[in-house]
C-alpha cells in the first residue's frame, strides 16, 4: 500500500472498530495496547509489511506455519497453476493431487506410516488421530501432558493440558488423564488396559518449547505398545524440519503410530493438515467403511499443489540441515543474552529453529515481545506457558537475519531490566 500517515490511522480505526463490532472486540484492544494497531498489508520471505509500509522480520513465523517463509515463489507457482485448472474437487471422481500428495508425505513420513488423511488444519489432523485410535484399539481413555496444546475443537481440547481453556466447555472426551510431560513414571501410572492412545508433542510448542529428557520418548513407545496403546505424535508444529530433524520424533529414535500435521504442510500458502498411520490402522478406520471419516476441503487439489510442492523445497533446499544448523547458533546467542541477564532470565531451551526464552515473569515475557516490535521484530507469545516467548524463525532465515533478531531481544531484554531497576 502506498498510503499517506492520515490514511494509515483512517484504516487502523476503522479496522479496529470493524474488529469490535463484527469479529472480536478483545483482540482489537489487545493489539491496540501493545501497539500492534496497524494492520499487517503483504508479506515475502522473511517479511511482513504493515499497511504503513513498515517491514517486520517475523520469527513468530505464523506459529510455524511459514517454515518456508512467506509466499515461497515455488508454492505459490504450484497453486497458481492447479487454480488455473481446477480449485475444488467434485468428490465424485479419485484425485490425481491427493493422491500424489498423500504418495509424498509417506516418502518422508517415519517407519511403515504410508497413509495420510488430509484436512485443513491442526486440530482436526488431531481429530481424526483421536478417532483412529479408538477404533483400532476399541478402548476409550487418552493420556495427554500437562500444558500439552492440540486444538481448540472438542477432541483437541479434551487432551490438551490447560484447564484455563477447558473449564467452560465440559463436558469433554470423557476418560482424559494428564500426565507431567517428560517424566516416564507418571505415565507408567497414568496408562492401563482402557488406554486408547497417550498423544503428546514431541517438543512441547504452546507449553514453552519443553524439550523431553533422551529417554523419554523410548520410554514412552515402549509403554504404549506393552500396554496396547497407541503412540499419537502430534507434530502439527514440528514436522517438516522446525526442530532440526523431517520429523521431532526422529530425535528419540522412535516411529509413533500416528502422526499428525499441519502448520508447514502448506507451504505457508493453503492451510493444510493431515493424520498418518501404517496400513494395519488404516484397515481399522476405513477398511469397512471408506466414508467413516470425511472432509469436503480437506486434501482438496490448491491444498494438495502446496504440500507436494513444499515437501519438495523442503528437501531441495536442505531446510532440515539448516534448521538444525542455525538452531544451535540460535540457542548458544540466546543463552548469551540469559548469561547477560541472569536476573530476569530464567531459562533459554530448543532444538533447531524452535527456541524458548523462560523470563521470571510473564510481565517480563509481553514487555520483550513489545521491545522486539518496536525494533521490527516479531517473537511469539506461548499460549499455555506466556512466561517464555518464542523465536520461530523461517527455516529459510539467513545468518545476519537471526543476528538482527537476537540483537533487538537483546536490547528488548536490557531495555526492561534496566526499567525493573527504576522500579526497585
Ligand atoms: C502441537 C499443535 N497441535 C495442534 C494445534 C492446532 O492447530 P490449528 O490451530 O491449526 O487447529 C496446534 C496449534 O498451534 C499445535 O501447536
Redesign the pocket.
Known sequence: MNIDEAAVERISEETAEKYRSFVNPGIANILNFSGFDVPEDRAEGCYIWDISGRKFLDCVGG??AFSLGHRHPKVVEAVKAQLDKEALKSHFFMSIELAEACEALAGVLPGDINYSFLCS??????EGALKCARIHTGRSKYIGAVNG?????YG?LSVSGREVYKEKFRPLLPVTQHVPFGDACALANAIDDDTAAVIL?VVQ??AGVNIAPDDYFPKVRKMCSANGALLIC?????AFGRTGKMFASEHYGITPDIV?M??ALGGGVM?V?AFSANAEIWDSMFGKNPYLHSTTFGGNPLACAAVIAAIKVTIEEKLVERSARLGIKLLNDLKMVQARYPNIVKEVRGKGLLAGVEFDHEDFAALVIAGCGRRDVLVAYS?NNPKVIRVEPPLIINESELDRAIVAISEAVAETAEMLEGIA
Open positions: 506459529y510455524g488444519s491442526g486440530t482436526e489432523a488431531v496444546f492440540h486444538g481448540k475443537s483437541s508433542e510448542g504452546e502430534d507434530e502439527v508444529r514440528t499428525t499441519a502448520k492451510p493438515g499460549l
